[in-house]
Structures are given as structure tokens and as C-alpha cells.
């Protein structure tokens, strides 16, 4: 009895010595062992907070007070909400138009600043100012630049004898969006700029040589080397100027609070009145939710349209 | 009882500021051997405020607060916020039940969750029988479910300040007592090239201030007395025709402004008349070079319309606290302590007519009678309805304001975005989602 207990015991100790030293050794489990902390990260800060919010959207959830489930229903009253579709349309225009103009400008200044220029050091610094300062500052500048009564354009362009009146910057509707969309360029062209030069000095200067034996122009430089070498990065940096973009929120809550009559307020800062500043959790909870189907559509878009790598490698699209 | 008041420990005095102070603490100390809430034993109170507009009340406020907590061994920490900061602040408190102990808000805080706060009635209650009672908006802003959820501290009266001058050169020797003379008088203004201006943004004080105003007024409102929505009224058509009527005087940019706009263009000297607080005329006065406008400057209150009584939309700052709190004692006698006539007097007085009592015997403050132009102010408490109108109050009528229904009901209209019927059934749409 005694030497079958000792001898079951240790074959159980020399299974479970096998067990820990295979398992020592498995990559698949060491794999799984680290991924734990940054898994336990992901799933407590992201994954969490996104399914609570998912969660809030179905109830009618207020602040100071769990709600109950009450199925679609912030959505219905929201596909007949005109202020609701007034804010997707915002944020639609708002994100479109400044991401246009910013890779624009971006792409150019990051050209322009690959050129060999005196002071390229001090120059690349500067660019990156407006990146730099925190958003509610230069929210505040802008804000002041484009006061009905004091604006610095206005005063400006009176004292040249161009205007008579004040620009009514932030009082129009369309003159708002036009000059929210203004501060949100400015604000974010340096990280595309700075970005898509980082992108640049990774093209190797022997296929231009090469190119321009051949008789290549410099537009087709760009246009056969430069771009297509390029577009991987572009595809990230458009991703997430795209994501910052459309869930902004600083810029609008410091300057315009969603006003005049609503004609600034993205879907951001709308969810935002209703959730946190009059309380209803669960209706902004659907608005904030309603953002998710946008972001993934932009998200695809930037990377299968731009991530086709046989086409960068002159091959062709499937 | 303590037999010295504030003002003979100051005149007895050869250093006032420093025998204020030990006066004060001397008052604290025979005040919390006679107070009915001890506190806890090691008690903490975390505060937070509104961040002060008028920097001697901030300075009278920590004085007292000091006492408070020499007097008592109360430890306490006071830390401020911009409006629009308090209520996302204290609704996480309340939702996460950690936080600040007390919070001094704005409007309708506390029925934003009343079931969070502790029951004040007791400290209520006192209070009104000691100092002649509560004015009425006041009581009603504060008290949920027949309880009293917060102190209502105090008022923040916004009227009618505007420039002697341009009124006088419109011909008018004061601001008409009616809406219609009202009109009458921006009009004039407007044709003399000193315009008017009333914030049309999202302004959560100055706008809905003034836009409640032209709305009840006329008798529109949100809900009515039952809480059911009643803003699609006939009434309601004829607010909008007024204020419409009122804009096109209006000097230009409104829809845009924001809480301190109307004040920069008043100090610019570009902008005639006004709503706002108190805090243009202080901010003329203590600057030199503004000095001719604080002398140029009045204030009135804001004319009567159709429904023939004051109707106004002040600004009242409940301070509650929260169950949660592990000194309820401690907090209470925090609230009956500011609110006695010794400390809340020379409070009142430091405010310089920025702030309003809610407590009727606070009257005789001679804050409302050293300067004449402070007087108006005097009636914010007695003249405002509360943040719900004629509706109960609760958190649907906070839940409103916040939202700024009535703000863009009025901008719609106003800036051509709707019509008439389109501005009032969009607002209805909103008012019937939360008045459900």
C-alpha cells in the first residue's frame, strides 16, 4: 500500500514536472502568458467602456440613475431627431472637407519641406506648432480671431477699406462650419505634414536617379514613385486624421458649444449635451454608438482602397 | 449669544482685517458650541464651487471657511470650477458615489438626483424660521419630493444694464416698465447706432436668462403646472414674434455669443444694453480707464409683458451634499454656519450686488443701498420663477435648460433657420422626450 501511494506519487509528480516543463516550453502558451497583461489593459480600458456605452444606448439610463432596458427606442426617437441628422450631416461635411484640405496642404508642405532648404531643422519645428499647442488654447486664439465684435480679420480688412461691416464668423451658419473647419485644418496639417516626411525619406533617391535617366518629369516622379511608395502611409495617417476628425470635440465645445442653432454641433458634442450636460445617459449613449458604423466605413475605406499593394508594386488590382 | 456684530468688532478696531478675522473665529467657535449638527469626530468636507466672478467674495468665502474649520476641527478643502464644469462633475459623483462631499452648484442641481443628496430640511427648516423665510423660487428650486435637497445660498441676479447716455439720446429718461416700450426703446437705439445685444447662443447663463424672460413673459411656457408639455401655443407664437422684432435690433453676431461676449462688447463700449449680472458695472468700476462707463452705466429690471408680472429666469446657487458623504453632520453645519446672519452678512456685502439673498430678513443688507445702482438686484430672488416656469420642479426642467430647448427655439426663429411653426414644434419634439 505504502509503495503503491509512494510510487503514485511520484509518477503524479513526474506528470505534473512534464505538464509544467512542456508548457514552459510551449511558444503557444508563453504566447498567451504575456499577451495577458496588455489583453486585461485592452479589455478593461477599450472593450469595456465600449460595451458599457453599447449597453447605456438600450436603456434609458440618466445620470445618478440606472435605467432600464428599453430596446431601440433612443434610436427610433433619433431617426426622427432633426437635430440629430443636422449633427451627422455636420460631422459628415466637417470631417470630409478638413480631411481633404489637410492632406492637401499636408502632402504639400511635406514636398516642400523634403526640398533641401536653408534652416530645414528650425523650419520642420515650426511647422509642428500648431500640433503642439494644446487644442482648447488655440481654440480660445481662434475664438477671439473670429469674435463678432473684435475680430482681428474683420478689423483688418475694415481698416483696409475692404468691408463695412464685421464678418459674422461664428453668427452664420455656413460661416461657422467654414471657420471651425478652418481651425481644425490649421491644427491638424503639421502631424500629416510631418508624418508623410517621415514617409518621403524612406523613398530610396535611386529611383528618381533612375527615373529621371530615363526622361522622367518631375510630376511623374511623384506621380509614378513618390505616391504609390507613399500610400501605405498615407492610408494610416488619413485613417486616424479621419478618426481625430470626426470624434472632435474640443475645438467645437470651446468655440461654438454646437451654436449657432446647432449648425456646429458634431455627433460628438451633441452626445455630449444630452448625455452628460442634461443627464440623459442612454440617449447620448445612442448617439455616441451611432458614430461606430461611420468610423469603421472610414477606417475600411482607408485601408482597402489605399493598401493595395500589387498596384504599388506595378502589378494590377484584383 | 455672542453680543458683538461685524461691523462694531471693525470700528473698535485698529488693525481691522486681522481683529475681522479673530472676530470671526471667536463667533465660529461660541457658534459650534451652540450648534445643533456636531460634526463627526476627524470629520472631512471637499468642496467644490462655481469658480467666483467677484474676487472679495472668494476672499470673505475662504474667511469663513477658515473659521468653519477652526472652530470645529473641521478639515476643508475647496476647490472651484467654471459653471459649466460643476454638473458633469457632481453628476459623476453621483453616479460613482465618490467625490466632493458638497457641491455648490447651479439652477436645478440637485433634482438631477435627489435620491443622491442628503435630506437639508432640518438645516432648511431653521434657517427659514430664523431669518423670515425663504423666497419662494428658491425653495422650490431646492426641495424634491417634499424634501429639501440643498440650501439655495444664493441668487445671481441678471438684469437690464445698459448706457444712461444712448437711452437718454434715444429719448428715453429710463428703460420702459413694459415689453412693448421696450421694443420701442432698441429701436431707437438701433436707429442712433448704439445697439442693443442679447446672447442667442448656447449661453447657458445670459441666453436662457433672458430668453425665459421673453417667453414667460408672455405666458408661454415649456410645461404647465401638471408637467405636461405646452410650448405650441398661441402665446408661445406671439414670444417669438416679440423676440424676433427684438433681434432685428440687436447689434450683429448674437446667435454666437457665448456667456462673456455681451460683456466684452458692453466694456468696448460697442454694445448699449444688455442682460447681464452685476459683473460688467464691477469690472467698469475697478478699472480706471472703465471708470466712464461704470458712471454711463445703470442697471433695471426687465420690463412686464402681457402676463403683467415680473417673469424672470435667475440664477440660483444650491449648494448640496451628497449621501455618500462620511460627515452629514459636518456638512450641515457647514451650511447653517455660512448661512448665518454673521457670516452671511459681510458675504452678501463682499459680493458687491453679484449675488442675491434667498432668505428675506438678508434685505436689509446694505449692499442693496450704498451704491443705487445696486438695487435692482435686490429682487432677483423675489422676482424669478424657477427653472421650470409654472412646471414642478425636478430634473426634467434642469434636463431642459441644459439642452438649451427654449435657446434654440427662440434662435431658430430668430436667425430664419425655421418658421414659426417649425421653432415651436421642434422644441415640442425635444420638451415632450424629456417630459415624458
Not at chain 1, 438600450?58 to 445620470?63: H, R, V
Not at chain 1, 500640433?131 to 480688412?157: E, G, R
Not at chain 2, 459623476?92 to 467625490?99: D, E, K, P, R
Not at chain 2, 424634501?147 to 444694464?161: L, Q, R, S, T
Request: hydrophobic residues 50%; positive net charge; contains cysteine.
Amino acid at each position: 500500500m505504502s509503495q503503491m501511494t509512494a510510487s503514485g506519487a511520484g509518477s503524479a509528480g513526474r506528470s505534473e514536472r512534464t505538464l509544467w516543463q512542456r508548457l514552459s516550453h510551449d511558444r503557444n502558451f508563453l504566447g498567451l502568458v504575456f499577451m495577458i497583461p496588455a489583453a486585461a489593459i485592452l479589455l478593461m480600458f477599450l472593450a469595456y467602456p465600449l460595451f458599457k456605452g453599447v449597453w447605456l444606448s438600450f436603456t434609458d439610463a440618466k445620470i445618478g440613475r440606472d435605467g432600464v432596458w428599453i430596446g431601440l427606442e433612443n434610436y427610433e426617437w433619433l431617426w426622427d431627431d432633426k437635430i440629430f441628422w443636422l449633427s451627422v450631416f455636420n460631422t459628415l461635411v466637417y470631417t470630409i472637407v478638413a480631411s481633404i484640405f489637410k492632406f492637401a496642404v499636408g502632402l504639400y508642405l511635406a514636398l516642400l519641406l523634403n526640398e533641401k532648404l536653408p534652416f530645414k531643422a528650425l523650419i520642420r519645428s515650426i511647422v509642428l506648432i500648431p500640433f503642439v499647442v494644446p487644442t482648447v488654447l488655440s481654440a480660445i486664439a481662434f475664438w477671439w480671431i473670429y469674435d463678432s465684435q473684435f475680430s482681428i480679420i474683420s478689423w483688418s480688412l475694415k481698416n483696409m477699406g475692404l468691408i463695412n461691416e464685421n464678418i459674422n464668423f461664428l453668427g452664420d451658419p455656413n460661416n461657422a462650419r467654414a471657420s471651425l473647419i478652418f481651425a481644425n485644418i490649421w491644427r491638424g496639417v503639421p502631424f500629416i505634414a510631418i508624418t508623410l516626411l517621415a514617409g518621403l525619406q524612406t523613398v530610396s533617391p535611386s529611383l528618381y536617379e533612375a527615373a529621371t535617366l530615363d526622361g522622367a518629369t518631375r510630376w511623374q516622379n511623384f506621380w509614378y514613385i513618390t505616391f504609390p511608395l507613399l500610400t501605405p502611409i498615407i492610408a494610416v495617417v488619413m485613417t486616424f486624421s479621419v478618426l481625430f476628425t470626426f470624434t472632435d470635440f474640443q475645438l467645437i465645445w470651446a468655440m461654438t458649444r454646437g451654436g449657432p442653432v446647432n449648425a456646429t454641433h458634431l455627433m460628438a458634442t451633441l452626445g455630449y449635451q444630452r448625455a452628460i450636460m442634461a443627464g440623459n445617459l442612454g440617449e447620448g449613449s445612442a448617439i455616441a454608438t451611432a458614430m461606430v458604423p461611420f468610423l469603421l466605413v472610414a477606417i475600411m475605406v482607408s485601408w482597402f482602397g489605399l493598401q493595395r499593394r500589387k498596384w504599388q508594386q506595378g502589378g494590377r488590382d484584383d | 449669544m455672542v453680543s458683538f456684530n461685524r461691523r462694531s468688532l471693525l470700528k473698535g478696531a485698529a488693525a481691522a482685517g486681522a481683529v475681522g478675522a479673530s472676530g470671526l473665529l471667536d463667533f465660529a467657535k461660541a457658534w459650534a458650541q451652540q450648534a445643533q449638527w456636531k460634526p463627526e469626530a476627524n470629520a472631512t468636507l471637499n468642496v467644490l464651487r462655481w469658480k467666483r466672478f467677484v474676487p472679495a467674495e472668494d476672499a470673505e468665502f475662504m474667511k469663513l471657511v477658515d473659521a468653519f474649520s477652526k472652530a470645529t476641527g473641521v478639515k476643508m478643502n475647496i476647490s472651484n470650477e467654471s459653471f459649466d464644469d460643476i454638473q458633469p462633475k457632481a453628476s459623476v459623483a453621483a453616479n460613482t458615489g465618490t467625490g466632493p462631499d458638497i457641491v455648490w452648484g447651479l439652477h436645478s442641481l440637485p433634482q438631477l438626483f435627489p435620491d443622491k443628496v442628503l435630506d437639508v430640511s432640518d438645516v432648511a427648516g431653521y434657517l427659514g424660521k430664523k431669518y423670515g423665510g425663504w423666497f419662494p423660487a428658491a425653495e422650490a428650486t431646492c426641495k424634491a419630493k417634499g424634501k429639501w435637497a440643498a440650501i439655495p445660498v444664493a441668487v445671481n441676479g441678471g438684469y437690464i444694464n445698459y448706457r444712461i447716455s444712448s437711452i437718454e439720446k434715444a429719448g428715453f429718461k429710463s428703460v420702459p416698465r413694459d415689453t412693448a416700450g421696450f421694443l420701442e426703446l432698441c429701436k431707437a437705439l438701433k436707429a442712433n447706432n448704439t445697439p442693443c445685444g442679447f446672447a442667442l447662443g448656447h449661453a447657458t447663463g445670459d441666453a436662457n436668462g433672458w430668453l425665459h424672460w421673453v417667453l414667460w413673459s408672455h405666458g408661454a411656457y415649456l410645461a404647465d403646472k401638471d408637467g405636461k408639455v405646452s410650448i405650441n401655443s398661441p402665446e408661445t407664437a406671439k414670444a417669438l414674434e416679440y423676440c424676433k422684432a427684438l433681434y432685428a435690433t440687436f447689434i450683429p453676431g448674437t446667435a454666437s455669443w457665448n456667456d462673456s461676449s455681451n460683456n466684452k462688447a458692453f466694456l468696448a463700449g460697442e454694445l448699449h444694453l444688455t442682460n447681464n449680472g452685476i459683473s460688467i458695472y464691477a469690472a467698469a468700476k475697478a478699472d480706471a480707464a472703465l471708470n466712464a462707463i461704470a458712471n454711463d452705466m445703470n442697471h433695471a429690471e426687465f420690463p412686464i409683458g402681457p402676463v403683467g408680472k415680473p417673469q424672470e429666469l435667475q440664477l440660483t446657487f444650491p449648494m448640496l451634499a451628497f449621501r455618500f458623504t462620511k460627515s452629514p453632520n459636518a456638512a450641515k453645519a457647514f451650511m447653517a454656519f455660512l448661512m448665518d446672519a454673521q457670516q452671511y452678512n459681510p458675504w452678501l456685502e463682499a459680493a458687491a450686488g453679484y449675488l442675491t439673498n434667498t432668505l428675506q430678513a438678508y434685505d436689509n443688507n446694505p449692499v442693496w443701498t450704498k451704491d443705487p445702482k445696486n438695487t435692482v438686484f435686490k429682487n432677483a430672488a423675489r422676482n424669478t420663477l424657477p427653472a421650470s416656469g409654472i412646471a414642478p420642479v425636478d430634473e426634467r426642467a434642469a434636463a431642459a435648460i441644459a439642452d438649451f430647448i427654449v435657446v434654440d427655439m427662440f434662435a431658430n426663429y430668430c436667425t430664419g433657420r425655421e418658421d414659426l411653426k417649425g421653432a415651436m414644434s421642434v422644441a415640442e419634439r425635444q420638451a415632450k422626450r424629456i417630459y415624458r
